[in-house]
Each structure stands twice: as C-alpha cells, then as structure tokens.
C-alpha cells in the first residue's frame, strides 16, 4: 500500500506531468526552435499554428538536451527509459542475496526509505535546474521497482505458509509435490491469486486517497495565488505528500512484518573480512553470478521461457500506455493539471474494481489464470486501436471519436485501469507459480529485470517517434502491435507443468548442493590430512 501510492500517483500520473512541465519552461517552440514556449508570444504562436490544417501539434516543446534536441513529452519518457534501465541493473546488483538470512526485509526498508525521499526531495526542485528532477526520477524509480520484486518474493511465501495450503499439503502429498489439478488452479496458486489482488486493490484504494489530497492541493493553490506561483509547485507538493505517505507506512512494515528469512549464505568470500569496498564489490558480484546461475536454470524451464519472454512484451506494452496516454492527455488533448489527477482517479478505480471483479468473473467463467490474463490483453488492445480511429476521415469528419475530444480519454483509462489489475495480480502470482521454492527472490529478480528491461524500450522508442513527427497519436500503431505480440505466448503457458517442473528443478538443485557440500567437505579434510602428514 505505502510503495504504490508513489507507483500511481508519482510516477503513473504526476511525475511525466511535472518533467514535461519542467522542461517546458526551458524550453522553445518546435515550429520555430527560438520563441519560449511559456512566453505571450510563445502562446500566440501555439494558437496560430494549432488552426493550421495537417500542421504538427501546436504545443509541443524542445528542450537542448546533450547536444541534440527533444521535446518536452519525449524528454520524460527517455528519463523513465533510463530510470529502468537503472533499475534492472540495481535489480541483478543487489536483490539475489534477498533470498538469504534476513536481507529480504531490510532491503525492502532500505529501497522504501531512499525512493520516499527522493520523492519529497522534488520540493526543492526548480525549472532552472530540471535535470535534476530528472535524476530524482531515476533514483525513485530505481528504488521503487526493487522494493516491488522483494515485495513479491514474500508473495510465494505467504502463500506456501497459510493454513488453507498447509492442509492441502498434508492431505495431497505424492513425491515431490502437491497432485495439481488439471486446470492449474491448485490451493496455492488459488492464495497466491487472492493475496495479489487484495494488495492490488488495498494499494490502489491508498493511490486514490491521496489522489483526492492531491486535486485538493491543486484547487486550494490555485485558490489562494492564482497564477503568480511556479506552475509546478502544486505538483511538487503532491509528490512531496505521496514521498510522506510511502515513508510513514514503512513504519507498521518495520514493526510488523515477518523476516522469513532464507537459508544462510555460506560462501566463505562474503564472509571474509576486509575493507567495506571490497565486501560491497564481491557482493555485487555474487548478485550477477548468481542472476546467470538463475538464468540458466530457468533456461531448463520451458513454461517459465515461454512465460518471461509474453511478460517481456506485456510489460513493454504497459509501460508505453501508461506514459504515452498521460502526456496525449497534457500535449494534444490540452487537458490541465486536475484533469490529469481525475484521470489518474478513473485508472486508479476502474483498477480497484478489477481486482475485485477479474478474479470473480476468471472463476465463474472457469478460466485458467493464463486465460485471463488473455482476456485483459484483449480488452486493453482497445485503447491504442481507439486512438488510431482518428486516423480515418470519416471519423474526423465528426469531430468526436479516435480522441479528438478531451473527455475521450477517460473511458479508455477506465478499461487500462481495469485490466492493468488484472494483470498485475495474474501475472506476479501465475509466475510465483513457476518458480523452484526456495529461489523466490532471486526468480522475482528475474521477472522484474524482464519487466524493466523491457519497459526501457518501449518509451523510447515512443519518444524517438515523437521526435520524429512531432506528434504522439503515431505511437499508437507501435503499442498496438506491442500488445498483441504476448497474446499466443500466455494462451501456450502451462502452469500445472510450469509448477511440477519447478518442483523437480528445486528437488535437483537441493541434491546438487548437497553433492557439492560433499565434495568441498571431502576436499578440505584431504587438505588437512596433506598438512598433517607433512608435519609429521
């Protein structure tokens, strides 16, 4: 609940609208590359160019930015492209050793602390020195998403542990495993789906109050000084208030929360002493021998290849909708401040109630979780074909369909909002699923560096088409096709197999550790006895 409130109100909804507002105060019109865009002349030249037929849009910005220029829109959906691709290479550096001793609940604390303080920090960011913002950016989201895959490795767990799952387990036992029905829907996997969509729904129930402080932050600012304050200290004061809220809640996940703790971490080289330097450099390359070991064991897993390679391009495809629909919304559509935050409300409820009503309907239909999870890609293939509506002249010609119109685009973030809860929920604990017990957090790793890996190159490529043409309508062709991609790949995903080849794969790698104790055990008593026999 603490972590999403910044995930949907900062970087979901105000944080690309604070960046784009940012630069834009630094920056220069695109017709004419010299007039400032926040200049009376500035607006008069939007306003001349927007009633020019076919001429690009009248409201986009370039920033110079290291020897080239990009506009205002493109130039916060390349600093979230870097902001995950930050966080996949923090993910491989740090979160493999979660699975050991008690780290996974103090790096859950540590990433929670350092990302709320990188929000607040954004009080004293200023449109003289953007780019700062713009590493705040980075840093938050970089802590962000690394809380979020320690998260999700208590998610198996959790599950593993409750009462339901362990009477099953003593009832069901046959070998290495509990028997899977032939739908894939066994106990655990039943919890697991539960306990995501609750947090999903609890998390975005929190995103929604704060939502609501936050267009009371806006009315009251623009109440009491009207236009004589920065357009984005509003902003900033809601991004303050969201840091605020995720730091506060860190506290009851202090206090309250199980360690868990995982076995201990026995390689001699980590516990060795030394300078803290030289322990930090041979932990963070114990973190990416152990992101190859996991890599090549899940490369023996055919469903989890299958599966990883549909959330590559699934997650790309909700990164690119996500940023590229907010800042449609501020460019093109001209819709202000609060519309956004309203906006962002639409997504944040049409979110809670998928949490609630996709997991009901999945049951009442009786669909497999890899089917409902293809029944929200399907439903989301509706917002990028809807915006390429304005494409066709007959459309235009009625100047209302295919987002023409402002209002438009809030039953298109109700369908986002509805299906993204779906599949967050689906998709983290269908991959739980699949997962060798015991390797929760570095497996998690995994599909978050998928997630974000991916997620880097989707806004870029957004960005660079934004560049090029001077609009963002253009990039709803690249995420429709972005989101059609994974569909075949989930519908082949199967998860009963998925989690009995898991269960085999823990069983094999529990006999290997052991051979090698054995061997390294026989190794130094070889040695003693070589120096034994030497004093002698």
Known sequence: MAAEVFAVVGVGAFLPVTLEQLARENGVLYSDRTTPCMSAAGAAGRLAVRATDGARDAD?????????????????????????????????????????????????????????????????????????????????????????????????????????????????????????????????????????????????????????????????????????????????????????????????????????????????????????????????????????????????????????????????????????????????????????????????VSGILGAVLIPMLSRRMHWTSTQTIVACLALMEVVPLYGLMGYLPFVRSWSVGGLQQWWEIYPLGFIFGFVMAGLSSFCRSCFGQLIPPENEAAFFALFAITDKGSSAVGPAIVGKIVDTTGHIRPAFWFIAVLIALPIPLIWYTDVARGQEDGRRMAVRLKEQQGLTLQMRTAAENEEVEALMRDED
């Open 60 to 348: 986009q910005c370039l920033v110079h930015l290291f020897g080239t220029d990009v506009t205002t829109a493109s130039f916060a959906m390349y600093t979230f492209s870097v902001a995950v691709l930050c966080q996949a290479l923090t993910l491989v550096s740090v979160s493999a050793f979660a699975d050991y001793g008690g780290n996974r609940k103090r790096l859950l604390l540590t990433f929670g602390t350092i990302g709320a303080i990188m929000s607040m920090s954004f009080m004293f960011v200023v449109p003289a020195i953007y780019l700062v913002g713009a590493l705040l950016v980075i840093i938050g989201v970089t802590c962000l998403g690394s809380s979020f895959v320690v998260l999700n490795s208590f998610l198996p767990l959790l599950a593993a542990n409750h009462p339901s799952v362990q009477d099953t387990s003593k009832k069901g036992r046959t070998g290495v495993g509990e028997t899977i029905p032939a739908d894939g829907c066994s106990t655990e996997l039943q919890i697991s789906t539960t306990i995501s969509s609750n947090a999903v729904g609890l998390g975005y129930t929190a995103a929604v109050f704060v939502q609501v402080l936050g267009i009371g932050i806006l009315a009251i600012t623009k109440k009491l000084f009207g236009d004589s304050i920065s357009s984005t200290l509003p902003l900033r004061l809601i991004l303050l208030l969201a840091g605020l809220w995720w730091l506060a809640f860190m506290i009851p996940t202090a206090m309250w929360l199980r360690k868990r703790p995982g076995p201990p971490l026995q390689d001699a080289r980590l516990t060795q002493h030394g300078s803290k330097f030289m322990i930090a450099v041979t932990y963070v390359r114990f973190a990416w021998s152990s992101l190859w070991r996991t890599v090549k064991i899940a490369a023996q897993l055919k469903q989890m290849v299958i599966f990883l390679v549909a959330w590559f391009l699934l997650s790309d495809a909700q990164a690119s909708v996500s940023g590229t629909a907010v800042l449609f919304a501020r460019t093109e559509l001209k819709i202000g401040t609060i519309g956004i935050a309203l906006l962002s409300i639409t997504v944040m």
